[in-house]
Nanobody, 121 residues
Framework: VQLQASGGGLVQPGESLGLSCAASKFLKDGYYIGWYRQAPGKEREWVSFISPTDDSTYYADPVKGRFTISRDIAKNAVYLQMNSLKPEDTAIYYC???????????????WGQGTQVTVSS
């Protein structure tokens, strides 16, 4: 059972980028799927979660209004659309599965490998 993230890259400030997470069976098993990120020299921080059962979504304040999380249960996939990107969004983004939409990395049940997002002019 794995979480596979993809879609990272290099973009300029103000541009958009989409990330995808192949969530294996986690969505169908009732886990919240979401994203954490870690910038150089900083701790991992929570970005967003989506409920496995309804349309509830959760966003950290720094990304609220710019990022949108969505899911496709049939494809076991979760997506993160990132708009109006800023240099401070530069980080490795990790797809995660959790029993609840936690802000504590220690509570996350499973981590995928990261994908690099770089926002630079």
């Amino acid at each position: 059972v794995q979480l596979q993230a993809s879609g990272g890259g290099l973009v300029q400030p103000g541009e958009s980028l989409g990330l995808s997470c192949a969530a294996s069976k986690f969505l169908k098993d009732g886990y919240y799927i979401g994203w954490y990120r870690q910038a150089p020299g900083k701790e991992r921080e929570w970005v967003s979660f989506i409920s496995p059962t309804d349309d509830s979504t959760y966003y950290a304040d720094p990304v609220k209004g710019r990022f949108t999380i969505s899911r496709d249960i049939a494809k076991n996939a979760v997506y993160l659309q990132m708009n109006s990107l800023k240099p401070e969004d530069t980080a490795i983004y990790y797809c995660v599965a959790s029993a609840w939409p936690t802000m504590a990395p220690s509570d996350v049940n499973a981590w995928g490998q990261g994908t690099q997002v770089t926002v630079s002019s």
